[in-house]
């Protein structure tokens, strides 16, 4: 979470990690799709680059982006992603 550039770990922070961390362990193995939306490459260690990961873990699961200048994956989900380069407000 970001507050005037700045990061913030406060209170809602920690609840968020603890259900995110919650999700990924209810879902581990199971199919499972990993959806990003609009998602930039300002800090790619929070989302992308864990999804790409639990994308290649886990035979099941497929990696969808959707971002108009930020739409990748590594090759080794290529298989099983697709990237979308697109505007997500042009898609509802």
Do not use: Q
């Amino acid at each position: 979470m970001r507050c005037d550039d700045t990061f913030v770990e406060d209170g809602s922070w920690h609840e968020a990690s603890l259900r995110y961390a919650e999700f990924i362990r209810r879902t581990s193995g199971k199919k499972v799709l990993f959806l990003e939306l609009g998602v930039g490459m300002n800090t790619p260690v929070i989302i992308k680059h864990p999804f790409w990961r639990m994308t290649a873990e886990n035979s099941d699961a497929f990696y969808l982006s959707i971002n108009l200048e930020n739409s990748l994956c590594p090759d080794e989900i290529r298989n099983r992603a697709l990237c979308i380069r697109a505007d997500v407000s042009s898609l509802i």
